[in-house]
Structures are given as C-alpha cells and as structure tokens.
Nanobody
Framework: QVQLVESGGGLVQAGGSLRLSCAAS????????MGWYRQAPGEQRELVAR???????NYDDSVKGRFTISRDNAKNTVYLQMNSLKPEETGVYYC?????????WGQGIKVTVSS
C-alpha cells in the first residue's frame, strides 16, 4: 500500500517560514520524482516545486529564491523549506510521487499565511 504522509503545515505570519515533510512508503522512493503542489481555495492545484530521482529541481517562478525542495532517500522523505511566505501562498499543499507509469498523492496539509 502506497502512503504519502505530509507534515509541518500550520499557521504562520507573512514573512515567516515553514518546513513541510512528506514521508513515503510502499514505493521505491529513490526511483520516483517527488513534487509539492498547492491548491488555493477555489483554484486548481498547481506545481510549486519538483525534484527528480537524480536530484534536479525546478520551481514555480513565484517561489524561486524563497522555497527549497530536497529529498533524503535514506529516509524516504521529501522536504519543502518555505521562507518569506506570502498570504497568497495559503492553501493545501500536496505531496506527489511520480514515475513513468504511476502517480500518487498525499492527503494534503493546510498552510495558512496571515497578513
């Protein structure tokens, strides 16, 4: 059974920081690309950051320089360090694991950035 379990969300003031974690089980983690997506209220789910199985990263332009995605294959965990958070980055953050043939989602975790 595949599980992606997010943690680290919560309420933070604008300009603050949060670190999200996603612990994966049931997949060969090191072979999967991992991503973080955000879904704001009433909006579509959008990619925030992604890291390939080889460690290459890409970010949405709006978070470049402020967010950092990383992975620890020994712990089957992917992280998203979010700095200088903005109120418009409020939403539910989802962890995603993707291979060529499969894609899995976590249950999501709420992040609220107050102004």
């Amino acid at each position: 059974q595949v599980q992606l379990v997010e943690s680290g969300g919560g309420l933070v003031q604008a300009g603050g920081s949060l670190r999200l974690s996603c612990a994966a089980s049931g997949i060969p983690f090191s072979t999967y690309a991992m991503g973080w997506y955000r879904q704001a209220p009433g909006e579509q789910r959008e990619l925030v950051a992604r890291i390939t199985n080889g460690g290459s990263t890409n970010y949405d332009d709006s978070v470049k320089g402020r967010f950092t995605i990383s992975r620890d294959n020994a712990k089957n965990t992917v992280y998203l360090q979010m700095n200088s958070l903005k109120p418009e980055e409020t939403g539910v953050y989802y962890c995603n694991a993707a291979s060529f043939v499969r894609r899995y989602w976590g249950q999501g975790i709420k992040v609220t950035v107050s102004s």
